[in-house]
Each structure stands twice: as C-alpha cells, then as structure tokens.
C-alpha cells in the first residue's frame, strides 16, 4: 500500500518534472493552507447590510422550500413549535437537541413532550441549533458534537432549526472563518450545510421532497 | 483583433477570399455573394488558388497532413491585409492553425499572424467594416440557424441578426433551440449517419415549428446536410446562406430545390 | 462493469429506436440545459467563478503531490485513515478488508461514480457482502441490474412505469404487494424499505466531491439525504475518491460549491453539503467510529504533465453531456463504460486504453457546447481531438476512412489538378441532379443518403467562374 503512495507520487512528480515540491513553491502552498483566504465571493449578499441579508436569507431559504418563522424570544419557540407539530398532525413528541439554548426550553410548558438525545428509527420531529444562517443562499450551517448529534438532521422527519437572527452571515466564507475563530482548530465529525428539505427528481425527473431526508425543514429566525 | 484592425481600416484593403471547398463545388452564388458584400464595404478582393483548409484532417487526427495543408493556404493567402470567408468553420479551423506548429517556429509566426487577420465574412462586416446596413429586399419570412464554430469560437450571433434587420420585406422568426448543432459534424455525418440524422431531424422539426419559409445559415456543411433532411421530407422551406439574401442574389434556385 | 464501448454504433442504433429512452431523454433536454441557464443569469459572477475554477484546478493539479500529502496528514490528525489505490483492483482489495475486518455483511452506498469505475458491488457481492445503493436513482437500476446512464441521474433512463415494475417486484419480499405508480408513493415505498438498509448496515461507502488538505474533511453534495444517513449510522465510513478532487481549503471548496449544483441541476447548491472528518469523537452521541478514505490513482497521476491533463480539472457536474447533442440522441448506456458524454469519451480512453474505446472520441460534432457550459473550462473538443490524434498515429482509425482522408490529403495537396477535378466533379454532380437538383442515392456516402437527399451543386465551380470573370474584367480594361 505504501508502495502505491510513492507510485503515485513519483508519477505526478515525473509529469510536473520536478522533486518534492521545494522553496518558494512549497511556502506558497503552505501559506495558502495556514492562513485560508478568500476566493470570489459574490456581491448578492456580501453587498448588503445585515437586515438586508436576513431578508435575503429569508427568501432564499424559502425558495429552496425551507419554511421561516421569526420570533423575539428563546421563550416563544415550544409555543411556535408546538404549533408546527399540532399543524403537521403529529404527536405532541420531539427529540432535541442537548444544546443548553434548546433541551434547557420550557417544552413541557407548551405542552410538549422533549427528549434530549441523538435519534433514533421512529423519531417524527427534531429541534437543533444552528451555528449560522448563509444569506446567500439561505443555507443553514450545523456542527456536530454532544450538544447536537447529526442524527437530529436527518432521520426525523421534521427538522426545526433554532437560527439566532445575529449568526445570519453573508458567505460561506464568513461562516467558515466564525467556525475557525470560535473552535480554535478543533474539527467537528461532521459540518453540514443544509439548505431546504430533502428531495429527488430521480424518478422522470419530477421533483419530489422527503427522499430520505426530513420531509420539512422549519426554520425558526431568532430575534429578527 | 482590434490592433490589427486600427492597423489595416477595411476600406480600399486587399481581402483575400476564402471561399472554402463546399462554396467553391457547390455553390459559387455564395462566394460570389460575399463578394459583392465586401465590394460593396470598399475591400478589394482577391482570390487566391485553394483547395481545402486542412479541417477534414485536423478533426481526424491526421496532423501531418493538416500541416502541409496549412502552409499551403499560409503562403497562398498571407500577401493579403485579411482572409474573409463565409463560414464560420473554415475560418475557424484558420484559427487553430498556430497550434499544428512547433511553438516559435517561424511557421508557427506566420500561423499566428494568418489567424490574426482571418475573419468570418459577417463579423468581418460588422465588427470591422462597420457595416450597419445592407441594400437587398428579400420577400420572406426567415429562421436562423447558429453554426456551431461561427457561435462558439468567433462568436457570430448578433452580426448576421443586425444586417438581417435591415433587409426590406424580409421578417426574422426565431426558432427554438438556434444554437444546437443540426448534426452535421464534417466527417461525423458519415461515420455516425444515425445520430447524425437524429440530430438533424430534431433541427428541422425547430425550424418547421418556427413558422418560418426560409432557413439561413452561416456555413454550407450544415445548410447541405439541414437542406438534404428538409428535401427528403418533402419540406417546401428554401435553404439558403444568409450571404444570398444579404447580397440581393437570391434569384437562383435554393439549396436542393429543383428548377 | 463490461465495456462495451467498442460497439458504440450498434450500442447508439439501438438506443436511437428505444422510445422509452427517447422520452426520457425528451425530459433531460427540455430540464437541466434550462435550469442551468438560468441559476446562471441569477449570478453575475459566474464567468468570473468558472475562470477561477480554472485557475483553482490548475494550481492543485500542479501541485497535487503536496496537497495530497497535506490531506493525508490531516486527515490521520483527525482520526481517520488514508489508503492509496494505484488501481481499481487495489482500491476493490483496500475496501473488500475493510469491510470484512468490521465483519459486514451488508453495506450501504451513497452515489459514487468511483465505486462504478472499480466495479466496486460486483467485489463485494462476490465476497458475500451485500451492497445496497441508497441513492433513489442508484438503487432503481441495481433493482434492475442495470448501471447508470448519467453521473447525476442514474436512473434517468427509466420511465415511471419501469419504476413500477422494479419495485413491485423486488418489494413483494417486504410484504408490499401493491403496485405503485405515483412517483411520491414509489418514493415512499423505497424510503421506508432503505430506512431499514441504513438502521442494519455495517459498514457505509460514500463517494468525495472534495477533499480538503487543511481540515482533512472529505465533502459529499447530495439532495436526497441518503448519502448521509450511508455515513452517519454505520459503525464504519469508508469514502472512496479519486486523487484530483483534493482542494487546500474549506474557502476553495466554496467556489467549487458555487460552480457545481448550478452547472448540474441549476440549483444554488444541493441540500446538502456534508463535511466529515475521521470517526466519532469521544463526547459525539452518534456516528461512525471509523473512517477511511481510499484515494484511487487509476490511471489519473499519467495525465499529469501530459496533453491531457486538463481533464483533471472536472467536477463531474454533468454541465456537458446535459448540453451534448450526441448525448441527448442515445443517453448514456450507448457510450459502454462508467463515464458517459463528452467527459465519459475523454477519460474512457485514458482509464480503459484508447484501443478499447477509440468510437468516444469520434461521437462528437465538435459543437463546442460542452466547453461553453464546463465550470472548470475544460477545452473538451480539443482534448478529444487530441485522442483522436493518437488514434491516427496507431493506426486504430478504420482503414477505408483513413485511405479516403489520405487520398483527400494528397489531392488537395496538388490545386491545379483539384480544381481540374472538382470542375467535372461539379457537372457530373450537376447532371445527377437532374431537374429536381437533388441527388437521391449516393455511393461511398450511403449513410448520408440513407436519410438525407444531397443538394445538387449548381454546375461550374468557383474558382472557373472567378477565372472567368477576371478574364473579361480584364479585356473589358485593355478596351
């Protein structure tokens, strides 16, 4: 097996006509992987100002069929959510993330029954956070980790984020530089960018959602 | 581009005629057509000796004989301040031809420079004669097929629509679908008959769907092959390259219609 | 998978007379080209990204042993394991003990283009391990023993009533005995029965859209979920990719991302962009405890350097046989192997031996369309032009074709005998032609004639007439 490492090395080394790469080839590239800068990023969402951008997110979530709510308080999401469940005609049950911001809400109070957990089969609604909104596409952002397990993302079948309205970003780009700043190098098992339901138009390409994924996504926008 | 046009303005300029092996065997009403039009921009026009431009071998693989091809038409058509042609693909292949020389050759320069100045006829009309208008009047309503190389390497699109515009009674009718490939391909058409057929039949049914009495194009190969389709269905759409009708020539039977 | 690229006309001939298949067809014409062009105009940036895309893809390719080493690393820093692959039979042999050390007696896949390449499921199966493909697309053509026709949408050769039939016969096993014939409902049915597949499964191969050299993540881009729930559920994750779709870092892979789904499926980008790196981590409540990456060489490090290294550029978006009109005419099946389309007839030949494969690189126009709507740029014509090259140089070109380019080559080499020639060769044409100017039947040219009438030409050729005309211009100037 190593000997295919250093076939394959050998070759791509023989085809550029060169060694190991060396001097100023070889501080430029580590430069680049040291200090990740920016390509292009489009003026859509980068240009505006960040109301702007919440709106932006916005519509772009809800064209790619994402549902937005917006609400003035942690306090008012199990009331939102309980409405969401009660709508889709569900069990007033849901499995939430262990994220403080989400298991620590007063479910029972509306009426809901919450279990902080990963998912399992049988699980029809989940709550998790979001780590940021990307307005320019209206995708959401999650990291995995105890507080948030990845399952929560995509075996119910009703997904409801929790989105604070000030982690509403322009660019992925932004939001990868967030996640450098904030994790200080660690690397989750999992980032998931998110934008919509699941779908598949694998059948005559006529699009239909919840293939294997959460049939809805709700997003709650907080403090918007 | 433009340095050699601010270098060479076309008016009084000596314009080498590429009138490409299909014009010159099947239908000389298109060269002649071109040169009225570039009479008419005040070029002078000559004609030198020519066979084929190489693009049969290129596109088969066969650089060597390419090669010897494009030093021919090099030494033929170099004297002149441009090489004008009316198809998109020939002029296109002149445009590949600084790519079959070793890089600094001094056929390499001479291939380089050859491609600078080759133009395909209605770009060269409007891009660097200027030419805003033409005088013809032609009686009909017409669709326009985008031949690939004319479209995708020199970028004809609005050329031939502006000078169209200008021509009395005629009526542009867009068809669906313009910029696909009618499935002529050179040698494809041969090698592929079946594909190419199914390609050719979906462009006629576009052109038919368009409503459109005439079809023009920019290049013979796909007018041959878009004209021998529409014939053998027994359409009574006339063929013809946008050349004609600009130049007023018209009069002689369309492509593939009996006397 | 059988190659069966060597019979590309008769492969062609029978799919141009497949009406099921032309319809479907019908769809992909009338959906993606569309859906592109429009995600396209929405961002004004795009011509700017695709160049960057360009330049993004040639700096890593010129430095690839670099980032490759860098990935590596990360990727062990994350926990996770790195296996490289000179060959598809490595690579098959890599993941066969992967999964047999992890005891696995099923596996479930998510979409992978790679997997197809190495004939990945035949491995397993042969071995007793059992691979389910998850994708809804994927797993409609395993039902039907069949392999993709596009690198996208699997399935986009089979129409709804073919879909029906699959799944009501392979489903009865699962106590469902009705058959479906609404698309949501067949989707349902396949959700509910792959559920199951992912909760059992024991080990999950996913396929890479990137490789990131800084993180160590690897980066799948579905719309379905499954190629999550392939990654997430089993106590192992293998992700098997080739070598050129590393990229430095997470900011390049976002311009990546911004080319991708929109040159795909006119998306802004897919549902999901998954990144992962190495196993679970001590605290995480779920997730694979292993992860391994295979890196498939296959051929790849070659084109390095060489003529058609520009090919290492692609992203596998589908952009250019969506928009290839030899593609649209026969679907994907025709072309024999793995990679269909104008990309399929570059790569097919550097993977399988151009002498196995020499029809792709002749089934093109050469109408450009696909490197008008490539992300990366990639110059496809000449990439297959340049097969064709070779092909010439070997030989592997039809003797009666060469002979007649040959005598064509030699004729028009000598101008004072062509244009003698092409004079009668005009009038004879002319006389064929008749009144009606078309000529019905044409020897050496059957396939032409077959379906097409040939226009007569008018009779006397250019250059004679030009002659001709500069003679009495001439004597009108000495009167």
């Known amino acids: 097996m190593s000997g295919s490492r250093e076939l394959i090395l050998g070759n791509i080394r023989k085809g550029l006509r060169r060694g190991a790469l060396s001097g100023d080839a070889l501080a430029d590239c580590a430069e680049r992987l040291a200090a990740p800068r920016p390509n292009l990023i489009p003026a859509r969402a980068a240009a505006l100002d960040h109301a702007g951008q919440l709106a932006l997110f916005v519509q772009m979530a809800s064209e790619a069929a994402a549902l937005v709510h917006r609400v003035e308080a942690a306090a008012e999401v199990p009331a939102l959510v309980a409405g969401i469940v009660d709508a889709a005609a569900l069990p007033r049950q849901l499995v939430c993330a262990p994220a403080a911001a989400i298991a620590g809400l007063d479910w029972q109070g509306a009426g809901l029954q919450a279990q902080a957990r990963a998912a399992r089969q049988g699980d029809r609604v989940s709550v998790t956070p979001a780590f940021a909104g990307i307005a320019e596409t209206g995708t959401l952002m999650l990291l995995s980790g105890a507080h948030s397990p990845t399952s929560l993302n995509f075996l119910p079948d009703l997904h409801i984020v929790v989105l604070s309205a000030t982690r509403v970003l322009a660019s992925y780009e932004e939001a990868f530089a967030l996640w450098r700043r904030e994790s200080a190098g660690e690397v989750p098992r999992t980032i998931n960018l998110i934008t919509g339901p699941s779908r598949s138009a694998d059948i005559e390409q006529k699009l239909q959602m919840g293939a294997h994924g959460p049939i809805q996504l709700h997003i709650v926008l907080l403090g918007a | ?259 | 998978m059988q190659l069966t690229s060597p019979d590309f006309p008769r492969n062609a001939a029978h799919a141009l007379h497949d009406a099921a298949l032309q319809r479907a067809l019908g769809n992909l014409k009338a959906g993606f080209p569309g859906k592109r062009a429009a995600a396209v105009a929405r961002l004004p940036e795009f011509e700017a990204l695709r160049d960057l895309g360009r330049d993004l893809k040639n700096h890593i390719i010129e430095h690839l042993d670099y980032y490759l080493e860098q990935f590596e690393a990360s990727v062990q820093r994350q926990g996770g394991q790195v296996h490289w692959a000179r060959d598809a039979e490595e690579a098959r042999a890599i993941i066969l003990g992967i999964c047999q050390r992890a005891g696995a007696k099923t596996v479930t896949k998510g979409k992978s283009m790679v997997s197809e390449e190495i004939g990945l499921n035949e491995h397993l199966a042969a071995h007793g391990i059992e691979p389910i493909e998850t994708d809804l697309g994927e797993y409609i053509i395993q039902l039907r023993g069949e392999h993709p026709s596009h690198i996208i949408a699997p399935a986009i050769h089979v129409n709804l009533d073919q879909v029906s039939d699959a799944f009501h016969q392979h489903h009865q096993q699962y106590g469902k005995h009705e058959r479906q014939t609404e698309p949501r409902a067949l989707m349902n049915e396949a959700r509910e029965i792959l559920r199951d597949k992912f909760l059992r499964a024991d080990v999950g191969i996913t396929g890479a859209n990137f490789c990131i050299a800084e993180t160590g993540q690897t980066v799948i881009v579905t719309n379905e979920g499954n190629g999550d729930l392939t990654q997430l559920l089993p106590r192992v994750h293998i992700a098997i990719t080739s070598i050129e779709k590393v990229v430095p870092t997470l900011e390049d892979a976002a311009t990546f991302i911004r080319l991708l789904a929109r040159s795909a499926t006119g998306q802004e980008i897919s549902v999901y962009t998954t990144f992962s790196a190495g196993g679970r981590r001590a605290e995480d409540l779920d997730g694979p405890e292993e992860f391994h990456v295979v890196l498939l060489d296959n051929g790849r490090s070659q084109m390095v350097g060489g003529e058609q290294q520009d090919m290492l550029r692609c992203i596998r978006c589908s952009a250019c046989m969506n928009h290839c009109p030899v593609y649209g005419a026969i679907g994907g099946h025709a072309y024999g192997w793995v990679y269909p389309g104008p990309m399929g007839s570059v790569l097919t030949p550097q993977l399988v031996g151009i002498e196995h494969a020499a029809h792709l690189p002749n089934a093109s126009t050469f109408c450009g369309r696909c490197e008008s709507v490539c992300p990366v740029r990639i110059p496809l014509p000449r990439l297959l032009r340049n097969w064709r090259a070779r092909e010439f140089e070997r030989h592997l070109t039809p003797q009666g074709y060469r002979f007649g380019l040959r005598a064509w080559a030699w004729l028009t080499r000598r101008p004072a005998l062509y244009c003698g020639l092409t004079r009668l060769g005009a009038r004879l044409l002319r006389w064929l032609g008749g009144r009606s100017r078309r000529i019905r039947s044409l020897p050496l040219a059957g396939g032409w004639s077959a379906w097409r009438d040939m226009p007569a030409p008018q009779g006397r050729t250019f250059q004679a007439l030009w002659a001709e005309r500069q003679r009495a211009a001439g004597m009108e100037g000495k009167r």
């Not at chain 2, 030198?48 to 004989?65: E, I, W």
């Not at chain 2, 170099?78 to 070793?102: A, K, N, Q, T």
């Not at chain 2, 699109?157 to 542009?172: D, M, T, Y």
């Not at chain 2, 979906?202 to 796909?222: R, W, Y």
């Open chain 2, 1 to 259: 581009m433009t340095e050699s046009t601010k270098r060479a303005p076309a008016a009084g300029r000596r314009v080498a005629l590429l009138a490409t092996c299909l014009v010159d065997l099947f239908r000389p009403t298109v060269a002649f057509a071109a040169v009225k039009l570039l009479e008419d921009a005040g070029c002078h026009v000559e004609v030198p000796v020519q066979t084929c431009c190489g693009q049969p071998a290129f596109n088969s693989g066969d650089r060597a004989d390419a090669r010897a091809l494009a030093e021919q038409l090099i030494a033929a058509f170099e004297g002149c301040d441009y090489v004008v042609g009316p198809s998109g693909s020939c002029i296109g292949m002149l445009r590949h031809y600084p790519e079959l020389f070793e890089a600094g050759s001094a056929w390499q320069v001479r291939a380089a420079a050859l491609a600078d100045k080759s133009y395909e006829l209605l770009a060269f009309l409007v891009d660097v004669c200027g030419v805003e208008q033409v005088d013809a009047h032609y009686a009909g309503c017409v669709t326009y097929h985008d031949s690939c190389s004319g479209l995708r390497e020199l970028g004809v699109k609005a050329q031939p629509r502006k000078l169209l515009a200008s021509v009395s009674g005629l009526q542009l009718k867009e068809m669906e679908e313009a910029e696909i490939c009618c499935g002529f391909g050179g040698t494809f058409c041969i090698k592929y008959p079946e594909i190419s057929n199914r390609m050719v039949s979906d462009k006629c049914a576009s052109i038919v769907a368009s409503g459109a009495d005439t079809l023009l194009a920019g290049d013979l190969g796909c007018l041959l092959n878009i004209a021998g389709k529409l014939k053998r269905e027994g359409s009574t759409i006339r063929v013809r390259h946008v050349a004609e009708v600009l130049a007023g020539v018209a009069d002689e039977p369309a492509i593939g219609d009996g006397e």
